[in-house]
């Protein structure tokens, strides 16, 4: 009796080795009465232990791989567990007991765990099925050779070996077939005739260079002929056929030249293998990887890998065209209706982007929920590319009915066009992610071509996102200072904070390029409390000279946060400053339509003596009438309306404007303030109009702190 073979060695790992043991337990009870093995069960158990701990640790791997499923079914063939019965037993209880015992509790979510689990089934089964293959292989290749040497022999010796070989040569189970160095087939096996579903007669009658295949790979016939002229030994290669029913027969070939006995070709040995169902399977299972199960188009993953084809150098594609679409509103699809109702309608729209992309230059791919791409390999020109778009936003415009609902749909598309080889893939998809939603902030229902200008603002607007949470942590913002002047008599009447960023690669930003940004992510809450605090400070470290009163800046988002009220109180009162030192500035446009429930933070703040100046005034259209209704008191005009004054003379119209708006705020009882006086003689005029204060270059530029107190500030 032999010795038992030695599992493979394998490290120590984090799985519980009592579940493992248990798991092999099992295992080597199920499959001991399949097997052809010389162990004992227990033997066997042992045996199968370091397998079980080597599926265990393959099951909880990151990254996970089913490799390791290779080596458990090659051990187990080199095991002799190769009774028919063995694998449908060895893989069953896989399945059934191999998360239960291996898989730690919690380690893996079950979904996940199962599915490893199957992966590692189709590894071992692959590679049970490889060793085993390869065995037979070899040893059929070993009896034919012995069979064929024999035949040359000694008359006594060859009806002998002619008896072994014929019995051999009949009952295997793969195909063998005996061909002359011309390729006349001269004997053939009953398995090879099953194969290619002839008879064994009608299988001598053919000659093996007429198996040409459309499929064939470019070296099978140049590794034949270097056969043929006795260069080579043997070669092995996955080669098809064509079956006389039209279908394809895939096999494994393995071809080795016979010589005689002086060392000169004589025969052409072919062993072949039938692994048609195999590779069934596996095209299945790729197909599986590479479409979407909803739609039925390409997934992500096929698209990625026609896009890395197409922009490689030297693909042969010279021009490329990407159409990126978002449906504009799908959430609120998947919300209000449902999750099927919301698949119904992805799978007509893939349908109808499969219909206005025929061509099979054209690759059509579902990459995200509601995101679908359109590839287009060597397009005519850009026109192609924005027709295709123009097309697929025509198919959408009609309503798709679902369940009895007619759905509208709009989607914004970004397209990319260009030459191959000149950028990446990342590089692409960030550009057609980028334009696409600048056609949806542009509204929607509509295509935007890729502009690098554009690109390079969205990249640098996300950077700056990104990077404000962290800024104001590190104290990267800061406050400047412009005066506020009285006209009557050009003294300082308070001061303008003005946040700024001091970003460590960007150098200084002025509050357009991140205050838009700050109220976006909502980061405008803690920064504009900050600058309230900074702010309310500094008027108070400045009342030590005179009493100032400081104008702070408050944004759309601050003005409807429940904490305004109780946060400028706490600011108000850990500084010890009065509330008349306090002005709070919104602009004109975040009170349109303002109801009361919104303006009541503002009216209580104004009632606690919290002034507040209506900023940007004329810019938003309001009914002049609503002023009425605001808690405003002072109103700022916007620069735009007083530039005409700087003109010698004046712009007549503007003049009329500015004295307008300032006789009406006077008699609402509201001071003006102008913003952005750059000239003595539209200071002038402007004080001739009776506007009560202003502020702009003119007088000073913003300064830091210390040197508004220096310029400004007197005991």
Known sequence: MTAAPTAPAVPTSPVDDDGLRRFATIWSRAVYPATQTSMTRVELEEYLHPLARTLGEALHAHPFSPAPGWQVGEALVAAHCTSPDALPHILGVVESYLVLYGSTPGALPVDDARSRCARLQHAIAAGFSRALRERTLAEQEALSRAALAAQSAVEEALHASETRFRAVFREATIGI????????????????????????????????????????????????????????????????YQRPDGTVLWTNLTVSLLRDAEGEPRYQLALMEDITERRLLHLRLRYEATHDELTGLPNRTLFAERLDRILTPGSGVKRFGLCYLDIDGFKAVNDSLGHAVGD????????????????????????????????????????????????????????????????SVRASIGIVEGPGGELGPAEVMRSA???????????????????????????????????????????????EYQPLIRMSDGRVDGAEALVRWEHPVHGRLGPDRFIPLAEHTGLIVPLGRWVLEQAVRQACDWAAGQPMR????????????????????????????????????????????????????LWQLAEMGVDIALDDFGTGYSNLANLRRLPATTLKLDRSFTQGLQRHPADPVDVTFVEGIVSLAHALGLAVTVEGVETEHQAAQLRDLGCDTAQGWYYARPSSPAEFAQDWVTG
């Not at 123009?390 to 009895?404: F, K």
């Not at 939603?437 to 996300?462: F, M, Q, T, V, W």
């Not at 949470?469 to 406050?479: H, I, N, Q, S």
């Open 550 to 601: 400081v104008n702070v800046n408050l944004s759309p988002r601050q003005l409807h946060h429940p904490d305004l009220v109780p946060d400028t109180i706490a600011v108000l009162e850990a500084a010890g400053v009065a509330p008349s030192s306090l002005c709070l500035e919104v602009t004109e446009s975040a009170l349109i339509g303002a109801d009361e429930d919104e303006l009541k933070p």
């Open 344 to 407: 119904q309608l992805l799978i007509s729209v893939a349908e109808r982007l499969q219909s206005c992309s025929p061509a099979p230059s054209h690759l059509v791919a579902r990459i995200g929920g509601d995101e679908f791409v359109v590839l287009i390999s060597d397009p005519e020109g850009r026109e192609e590319v924005t027709s295709l778009a123009r097309a697929a936003l025509a198919a959408l415009a009609t309503p798709i009915s679902v369940d009895g609902r007619e759905l």
């Open 433 to 479: 992610d980028i334009t696409m939603y600048r056609a949806k902030d542009a509204g929607g229902n509509r295509y935007e071509l890729a502009d690098p200008d554009s690109d390079a603002r969205a990249i640098d607007r996300h950077s700056l996102t990104n990077h404000l949470p962290a800024a104001l942590e590190r104290d990267e913002f800061f406050l």
């Open 177 to 240: 077939g005996i061909a002359d160095m011309s390729g006349r087939l001269r004997d053939a096996n009953g398995a090879l005739a099953r194969m290619f579903g002839r008879s064994e007669e009608e299988m001598r009658r053919r000659n093996i260079n007429d198996w040409v295949h459309p499929d064939d790979a470019p070296g099978v016939w140049r590794l034949h002929r270097e056969l043929a002229r006795g260069e080579r030994d043997h070669f092995r290669v996955e080669k098809p």
